[in-house]
């Protein structure tokens, strides 16, 4: 994996004269450079702009700012050019690095804003003795810190961060209560003590052992455009278009990821009618016809062919995940029950491209998932439950798509609050985890912490609208997309060093999507609605107006098939006990009645194993 490793102590030293001399590398499968001294940054870095002459760290003329930062600069040509006529000198032929340097000479620390792309960065400005840690607008690249005593220690990896020897490797039980809910660690928290994470949108600054935080950007899904639907939807085209050109811009060879389904179809089919090479497009299919995944090849197929991509396939079997299990837990550092399949179509992808571009963030952005088509149902049965026998025909359309399944909006209507009926969705509500999944141990050593449902209803209170579905979208863009899609998109990939870009997620689109009303994007049950007619020449009716499935690994039939000994032997209470965290006995009700076709708990218990699976890795 890729990315800038470092710290910063008391910073009362010549940094510049020393970097050269004091920064080693740290071995060929590490993430950075390390140094002992009292100041130092450091970088290994994907190849992919300037490939000659782009090396890291860069500086400005006087050698008085110096850059080190993983990611890209999409538009960092049209900014070289602003800074060049600005008076700026640059060294390297076209490096997005020292870009960087001269933005934050003419902008300050506000610098950011200018720049489009995916990043983290760490700059130290030497006049002012500041050290600027910065993460993107949505948290595409991953920066985690820790403060012991007078120092920083910052990484683009957890496993980074331990090679300092006053960091210590400790579990933070609250940081992991979380995580049997909502299958990662939601930052600013990590799953170690005294490690944080920077959060989308922030900067740091540390100068003299202080440190300040400053959000940059943030999203605002106020819904305060009141553009109409038609104009709305030939810019989100305009947008998308803008977004996929200046993502394909690269000096190393580039692909798709192609899963058959809507977002990643769009981009490729945008791909394709920019490019005068085939796109070379990649896939994941399966050894069996499981649900959804025959449908899912055969639409990748047929969008292949219809845009003459030059597609390549990874048949992916059950046998494919247990062995991938320790390199999969090495390249999170963290538990993570969320989606692994990336991990094994990017090792194809890694035999052809350095780049990759992906459909991922459409979702969170335009509303696909089930909180996102429960948002303005629930919202409406609200108003109309009085008199559900007497709904005209716009009032029932408006609790599509759950119209018929009145039963069910009523019974997670009945859970309580806005907030409280989000926690029903996740793998384990609060009340479970506390009466059945946590050990007596457990629940004593997050007694006084946060609850799930509280980092739920505050990130609900801080929404600006009101609005239903966007009010769910914002949470989701907030908390699930950087912490578990961005998450594993960036760590898997990288684990093989193949860059992802997301075209979904150029800041441009995202802050005209979020700023539109909440109909536009699921209209009467239909997700996605405005995306949909924004692309609708590109692609065929049935892509259109298929399910959502994507990239998901087939748990429920593989446990049972195919793994029940593999996850028994791991939820085996002998080794649970190790930790003493988990009510056995309830996790071995929860495999009995999978295996006995009871209940479907594969999410829950691929949960579990992986916990185990990162506790045994970390602490046994």
């Known amino acids: 994996m890729c990315g800038i490793c470092g710290f910063t102590g008391e910073i009362n030293r010549p940094l510049l004269e020393r970097m050269a001399n004091t920064i080693r590398h740290r071995g060929p499968d590490d993430s950075g450079y390390w140094s002992n001294d009292s100041v130092s940054l450091g970088m290994r870095r994907l190849s992919i702009v300037d490939i000659e002459n782009g090396h890291q760290p860069i500086y400005n003329e006087d050698k008085s700012v110096v850059c080190i930062f993983n990611g890209e600069i999409y538009n960092h040509i049209e900014l070289r050019r602003e800074l060049e006529s600005l008076g700026h000198t640059f060294y390297t032929d076209h490096s997005d690095t020292e ?5 934050y000479e003419e902008y300050g620390g506000d610098f950011s804003k200018h ?18 840690l910065i993460r993107d607008r949505v948290g595409v690249k991953p920066l985690y ?3 012991q005593n007078s120092e920083l220690i910052f990484a683009s990896e957890i496993k980074s961060i331990f090679q300092h020897s006053k960091v210590r490797r400790e579990p933070d039980y609250s940081a992991l209560s979380h995580y049997f809910s909502l299958k990662n660690i939601p930052a600013p928290q990590t799953a ?13 600054v540390f100068s003299h052992g202080k440190l300040e935080k400053f959000q940059w950007w943030k999203i605002n899904f106020s819904a305060i455009n009141n553009d109409d639907e038609e104009y709305a939807k030939i810019h989100i085209r305009k947008l998308l278009e803008s977004s996929v050109r200046i993502r394909m811009k690269s000096d ?9 389904g809507l977002d990643s179809s769009a981009v490729v089919a945008l791909m394709a009618n920019m490019s005068d090479q085939p796109i070379k497009t990649f896939s994941l299919t ?67 491209v350095k780049v990759a571009l992906s459909g991922d963030g459409a979702d969170e952005l335009f509303g696909s ?19 559900l026998n007497s709904l005209n025909k716009q009032e029932i359309e408006q609790l599509a798509p759950f119209e018929k399944d009145i039963g069910y909006l009523s019974d997670l209507y009945s859970k309580g609050s806005e907030s409280e009926r989000r926690m029903e969705l996740y793998l384990f509500n609060d009340k479970t985890k506390h009466d059945k999944l946590f050990s007596k141990k457990m629940r004593y ?46 760590r898997l990939s990288m684990a093989h060093s193949v860059e992802v870009r997301t075209p979904f997620l150029d800041y441009r689109l995202v802050e005209y999507v979020a700023s539109l009303p909440g109909n536009y994007k699921i209209k009467n049950g239909r997700v996605k609605s405005i995306l949909k007619d924004s692309v609708s020449d590109l692609l065929p009716k049935e892509i259109l107006n298929r399910p959502k499935e994507g990239f998901v690994l087939p748990i429920n039939d593989w446990i049972i098939e195919n793994l029940s000994e593999y996850i028994s032997e791991i939820l085996d209470s002998s080794r649970l006990k190790k930790h003493g965290l988990l009510n056995h006995e309830f996790v071995a009700s929860l495999l009995d009645n999978h295996f006995k076709g009871l209940q479907k708990n594969g999410p829950q218990l691929w949960n579990l194993v992986m916990f185990q699976l990162w506790w045994e890795h970390n602490f046994s």
């Open 99 to 103: 870009v960087l340097v001269h933005l």
């Open 115 to 132: 720049l489009n792309g995916m990043f983290a960065i760490a700059l130290w400005d030497k006049n002012k003795e500041e050290l600027h």
């Open 145 to 147: 810190y820790s403060i």
């Open 192 to 204: 170690f003590n005294g490690i944080s994470q920077v959060r989308p949108g922030e900067r740091l």
């Open 252 to 260: 190393a060879p580039f692909g798709a990821y192609l899963s058959g």
């Open 286 to 352: 399966y050894e069996k016809d499981y649900m959804y995944k025959s449908s899912d090849r055969d639409f990748a197929r047929q969008i292949s062919k219809k845009y003459r991509t030059e597609h390549y396939e990874y048949m992916m079997t059950h046998s494919d995940l247990i062995d991938s299990m320790d390199a999969v837990q090495d390249a999170f550092d963290e538990p993570y029950s969320g989606v692994t399949s990336t991990y094994f179509i990017t090792n194809l992808i890694s035999k052809h």
């Open 369 to 387: 998932y089930l909180p996102h088509r429960l948002a303005s149902p629930l919202y409406y049965y609200s108003k109309y439950k009085n008199r």
């Open 445 to 490: 050593l997050i007694k006084n912490s946060l609850s799930t449902h509280d980092l739920v209803l505050n990130s609900f209170n801080k929404s600006a609208t009101n609005d239903p579905l966007n009010r769910a979208l914002s949470l989701d863009f907030e908390t699930l997309l950087p912490d578990q899609v961005l998450m594993f998109v960036d």
